[in-house]
């Protein structure tokens, strides 16, 4: 089935740091993949999202492009802040039943330090 | 406008007991699904409604059951409750099935804790 797999955390940085995180995926046919944010206490947010092959997904400075070769999605940031500290989720739509459900990686837990 | 909304925000059962999750959608929207995050994973699908009707399920037990009413809000069910089914339980509202109208939006989840 198809499935995504993140990088492991935790990721610990310093304020102002270049950050990545990695994601691939595994999948029949062309998903849209897509990440999400959870703050602590808290549900998830789309941070971005991408449809199809070369498109790049961007929001509050974070970008994302969808690599169909590579078949990988990694989140960048140029300049982190503490208030990026969260749990970030990579996901992908699954097709089912003529509708979609979607499947996300394990979280990659994101500290900033002052 | 608001949110997806869901109740109760936290709930304690004991093994073998039953409990129910409700969800409210965004307005418009017509489609609820419901995910498992057990804690330190990734969120795991377990239905998607549409107009009332049961659209997809995940690997889950027939201990877990859901529906959706006329005004698309939704309960999920889950009997003889397992220390295993202590979770945060989220629900995500988008205005349909696929392309543009799939975009999902989740609530805050509730916390359950089977002791």
Known sequence: GNSVTQMEGPVTLSEEAFLTINCTYTATGYPSLFWYVQYPGEGLQLLLKATKADDKGSNKGFEATYRKETTSFHLEKGSVQVSDSAVYFCALSDPIQGAQKLVFGQGTRLTINP | DAGVTQSPTHLIKTRGQHVTLRCSPISGHKSVSWYQQVLGQGPQF??????????????????????????????????????????????????????????????????????
């Open chain 2, 46 to 115: 377990i239905f998607q409604y549409y107009e009332k009707e049961e659209r997809g399920r995940g690997n889950f037990p027939d201990r877990f059951s859901a529906r959706q009413f006329p005004n698309y809000s939704s309960e999920l069910n889950v009997n003889a409750l397992l220390l295993g089914d202590s979770a945060l339980y989220l629900c995500a509202s988008s205005v349909g099935l696929t392309g543009i109208y799939y975009e999902q939006y989740f609530g805050p989840g509730t916390r359950l804790t089977v002791t």
